[in-house]
């Protein structure tokens, strides 16, 4: 309803940039761009795909609110990325939620038309002054964004601390977890538990790319975290893991003795019930993290915690859209899998 008639309602708006307000989900100030996920010393370090991957802008939102009865945005991404399997609302729209009732109730969507957009998200609201979360794009970067309201209208900085800032929840991983391939920014699991749990989250995942670079453990561990959720799996070979899991581990827990670890098995592909080369590798994978998992514990680690894969998208085979990458369906499977055991997690570290 909100794009009939939109070029006149945008048109009659006034725009303030985004930059003015609170930006949830970022893990460290010392950044050259403000939407970008990894500190800037990390680009002469860090591998290439996983820099340019950290300009990607999963997990962040800008947190604000207003009285005006219309909201809309303008915005421009730094790839205008197109993939055949992912909607281009997730790859680079924008995902608007309010709360009400002390929840968090989605919106709408801005969908992208290309590089720039203008977008009215919402329109005929009642004008009451409402704390609103505006998620960026999952899978570009921004080099602008403004949000447009009523003139008449204030906007200002939220009142409310939610998602709470303090002690976020860090995830690291995959493509999954940056938020392939659901239909918009709010579905991404990631974001998802953070609105179930009342929680900044730090989305920390690199498609193709979570593949325990140990300079980002180095980078996780100097967050102050409530928790720390490691879900690459799908990226690693054995090798790898064998060679750099238990060190990455450490990394964390030399500064972070104390901070609850959860480590999650890959996720149960549907094809590999019919390719058994892909069954295979996810059986060793995941029975390798189990060996990982037992030897950190033997050795006196308290705070490590495990999932496994057996229910965390369903076995109905109806999770993905291409076997590996989740639908809304698989990631919202996926946090109701998560959201008790992080919760656990966080409830007992607070207690400590």
């Not at 005929?124 to 970067?141: A, K, R, W």
């Not at 920390?204 to 790319?209: A, D, I, R, T, V």
């Not at 291409?322 to 998560?338: A, E, K, P, V």
Request: a positive charge.
């Amino acid at each position: 309803m909100a794009e009939s008639g939109s070029a006149a309602v945008t048109d009659s708006l006034k725009y303030v940039n985004a930059s003015a307000f609170q930006l949830t989900g970022k893990g460290y100030t010392d950044t050259l761009h403000k939407y970008q996920r990894l500190p800037d010393r990390l680009e002469a370090i860090t591998r290439p795909a996983v820099w340019w991957l950290s300009k990607n802008c999963s997990g962040l939102a800008i947190r604000f609110r207003t009285n005006s009865t219309v909201i809309a945005a303008k915005w421009e991404v730094t790839g205008d990325v197109v993939m055949n399997h992912f909607a281009p609302s997730g790859i680079k729209g924008l995902d608007l939620y309010g709360l009400k009732n002390g929840k968090w109730r989605f919106v709408n969507s801005a969908r992208p038309s290309g590089k720039t957009s203008t977008s009215v998200i919402i329109d005929h609201m009642t004008g009451e002054d409402m704390e609103y979360m505006l998620y960026l794009p999952l899978y570009d970067g921004l080099t602008n964004l403004e949000i447009g309201i009523e003139t008449v209208a204030t906007i200002q900085k939220p009142m409310i601390d939610s998602p709470r800032k303090d002690k976020p929840v860090v995830f690291y991983g995959t493509s999954i977890t940056q938020g392939g391939c659901v239909s918009r920014a709010g579905m991404a699991y990631p974001n998802q538990l953070s609105r179930m749990l009342d929680r900044q989250i730090v989305n920390l995942g690199f498609s193709g790319n979570g593949q325990l670079d140990l300079e980002i453990a180095e980078v996780m561990a100097d967050m102050d975290a409530s928790c720390f959720v490691i879900d690459c799996l799908p990226n690693v070979t054995i090798k790898q893991m064998n060679e750099k899991y238990v060190r990455f581990l450490e990394i964390i827990r030399k500064k972070r003795p104390d901070v609850p670890i959860l480590l999650v098995e890959n996720i149960l592909f549907p094809h590999m019930s019919f390719d058994q080369t892909v069954f295979s590798l996810l059986k060793e994978q995941n029975a390798t993290l189990q060996l990982i998992y037992s030897g950190q514990k033997a050795r006196g680690d308290r705070h490590l915690y495990y999932v496994k894969a057996d229910k965390l998208i369903g076995n109905d085979s109806e999770a993905t859209v291409d076997g590996i990458h989740l639908t809304d369906l698989g990631s919202f499977r996926m946090t109701q899998n998560l959201y008790p055991i992080i919760h656990k997690l966080i409830k007992y570290a607070n207690l400590r």
